[in-house]
């Protein structure tokens, strides 16, 4: 069966250091790569993605994420966190085998310290 | 969010009755999805839809009907609403296959 992990409920970090949100899965084919906030002020947003090409990608709000094909894991980073990055955090995965189908992940809460 | 309207933020209903949601967007985009989320289920896609009468159905179809009959339009039905069916439902836009998504606020909905 098709899915994605995200294996941390909630991760707790200070303001100011770095933040490392994870995900992997288990899909067949080469997926569609993607990260969403959802703040409880701004809703759900589109973070970033990655489809082809360079293995780091950049998104909004200073966040990036790593594709590691050998690991299937495509980890959400930024060099500094802000309290303001308090949000939950979704992976999703986008396969198409037999039509396109998003497979979100359960979530991470990150909680950014002052 | 821009672009994207769901029309209620908040809706109860009783156990029995039909429920349309509504989710309007001003993007012209293709593809329009209704999801729900649930507290450990992350978001699930209930139906989708790739055009204007195309409709295709997502992984949690059971008891959901969905139309659009214009482009900017895309109405979500529970033919009779369940506790069940007590969820937070988002609708998305995506211009094409490979885009992120828009999401609109949210309607939450709570079948009594």
């Known amino acids: 069966a098709q899915s994605v992990a995200q294996p941390e409920d909630q991760v707790n970090v200070a303001e100011g250091n770095p933040l490392t949100v994870k995900c992997t899965y288990s899909v067949s084919g080469n997926p569609y790569l993607f990260w969403y906030a959802q703040y409880p002020n701004r809703g759900l947003q589109f973070l970033l993605k990655y489809i082809t090409g360079d293995n780091l990608v950049k998104g909004s709000y200073g966040f990036e994420a790593e594709f590691n094909k050998s690991q299937t894991s495509f980890h959400l980073k930024k060099p500094s966190a802000l309290v303001s990055d308090s949000a939950l955090y979704f992976c999703a995965v986008r396969v198409h085998t037999g039509g396109f189908k998003t497979i979100f992940g359960a979530g991470t809460r990150l909680f950014v310290k002052a | 969010d821009a672009g994207i309207t769901q029309s209620q933020r908040h809706k109860v209903t009783e156990t029995g009755t039909p429920v349309t949601l509504r989710c309007h967007q001003t993007?012209?985009?293709?593809?329009m999805y209704w999801y729900r989320q649930d507290p450990g289920h992350g978001l699930r896609l209930i139906h989708y839809?790739?055009?204007?009468?195309?409709?295709d159905k997502g992984e949690v179809s059971d008891g959901y009907s969905v139309s659009r009959s214009k482009t900017e339009d895309f109405l979500l039905t529970l033919e009779s609403a369940t506790s069940s069916q007590t969820s937070v439902y988002f609708c998305a836009i995506s211009e094409s296959r490979a885009d992120g998504y828009t999401f609109g606020s949210g309607t939450r909905l709570t079948v009594v």
């Open positions: 993007e012209n985009h293709r593809y």
């Open positions: 839809s790739y055009g204007v009468k195309d409709t």
